[in-house]
């Protein structure tokens, strides 16, 4: 069955658009503790949450939040750095994905630099792993990120499907990055890695996403927010999970 993890950073969004100066103010909302159990009941099947550097969008206190009230597995995207390791050992997330982040970028642009960056990885993973933390990369169907990744011991990837969102219209140019994410996720998964994908995916887009095989987890954000709005988060769920139903694998 192909898992859903629902990003919950937009909902942090929104509520920093209003209280950014004080996001713990006794009115502050929207809630993204609130809405992750909202995800749950709905049959998500897992939360991600990215705690930036910057603190663009979830805070610190998010995090806690978040790992006391969901029963289901909670998924940190971070950036390799020191820093943001502790915070993960401290909150301890079943699982944690590692990001490139840019502070300039509205959202993570491309995947992250395993290749050039072994060493360092090597050392972070063996941290999150030591306090019982299971990590993934995020990384463009590259094989050679791929083999790196299965080199420096991550557990899983997460390979970067913008590429695919934003080709969709395309025919012939998104069915080239479509063949990329099969061979990518044929590759990751014979080098002993799970495969999971995610970044601009919709209920348009998933459907075509089916072909890749060995998928274990799809993270999606954006569009669940978006569809709430209208729908109700709930209701955007469904529509979701509906769109991902009959995978193979
Ligand atoms: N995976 C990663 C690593 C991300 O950074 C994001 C962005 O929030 C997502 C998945 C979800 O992407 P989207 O919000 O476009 O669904």
């Given at each position: 069955?192909?898992?859903l993890g629902v990003n919950i950073d937009h909902v942090a969004t929104l509520r920093?658009?209003?209280?950014?100066?004080?996001?713990?103010?006794?009115?502050?909302?929207?809630?993204?503790?609130?809405a992750a159990l909202l995800c749950q009941e709905a049959g998500a099947h897992g939360?991600?949450?990215?705690?930036?550097?910057?603190?663009?969008?979830?805070?610190?206190?998010?995090?806690?939040?978040?790992?006391?009230?969901?029963?289901?597995?909670?998924?940190?995207?971070?950036?390799?750095?020191?820093?943001?390791?502790?915070?993960?050992?401290?909150?301890?997330?079943?699982?944690?994905?590692?990001?490139?982040?840019?502070?300039?970028?509205?959202?993570?642009?491309?995947?992250?630099?395993?290749?050039?960056?072994?060493?360092?990885?090597?050392?972070?993973?063996?941290?999150?792993?030591?306090?019982?933390?299971?990590?993934?990369?995020?990384?463009?169907?590259?094989?050679?990120?791929?083999?790196?990744?299965?080199?420096?011991?991550?557990?899983?990837?997460?390979?970067?499907?913008?590429?695919?969102?934003?080709?969709?219209?395309?025919?012939?140019?998104?069915?080239?990055?479509?063949?990329?994410?099969?061979?990518?996720?044929?590759?990751?998964?014979?080098?002993?890695?799970?495969?999971?994908?995610?970044?601009?995916?919709?209920?348009?887009?998933?459907?075509?996403?089916?072909?890749?095989?060995?998928?274990?987890?799809?993270?999606?954000?954006?569009?669940?927010?978006?569809?709430?709005?209208?729908?109700?988060?709930?209701?955007?769920?469904?529509?979701?999970?509906?769109?991902?139903?009959?995978?193979?694998?």
């Amino acid at each position: 069955m192909l898992r859903l993890g629902v990003n919950i950073d937009h909902v942090a969004t929104l509520r920093q658009a209003r209280y950014r100066d004080d996001p713990k103010f006794w009115r502050a909302e929207p809630d993204p503790a609130e809405a992750a159990l909202l995800c749950q009941e709905a049959g998500a099947h897992g939360i991600t949450a990215h705690l930036r550097e910057d603190r663009r969008h979830l805070q610190d206190f998010d995090l806690q939040r978040l790992k006391e009230r969901i029963r289901i597995p909670l998924n940190l995207e971070l950036a390799n750095s020191a820093a943001m390791v502790e915070i993960a050992v401290r909150t301890q997330p079943e699982f944690v994905c590692l990001v490139p982040e840019h502070r300039t970028e509205v959202t993570t642009e491309g995947g992250l630099d395993v290749l050039g960056t072994e060493e360092s990885l090597r050392g972070t993973i063996g941290r999150l792993n030591g306090s019982g933390i299971q990590v993934s990369l995020f990384i463009d169907p590259d094989p050679a990120q791929i083999e790196a990744s299965a080199r420096v011991g991550a557990q899983a990837v997460e390979l970067h499907t913008g590429r695919y969102a934003d080709l969709f219209n395309r025919k012939e140019d998104r069915n080239r990055e479509l063949q990329r994410l099969v061979a990518g996720a044929q590759l990751a998964h014979q080098s002993g890695l799970t495969v999971n994908a995610g970044h601009g995916l919709t209920t348009g887009n998933v459907p075509v996403l089916h072909v890749v095989p060995h998928l274990h987890e799809l993270n999606i954000g954006h569009t669940l927010i978006g569809r709430a709005v209208f729908i109700g988060l709930p209701a955007a769920i469904s529509e979701m999970l509906s769109a991902m139903k009959g995978y193979a694998g």
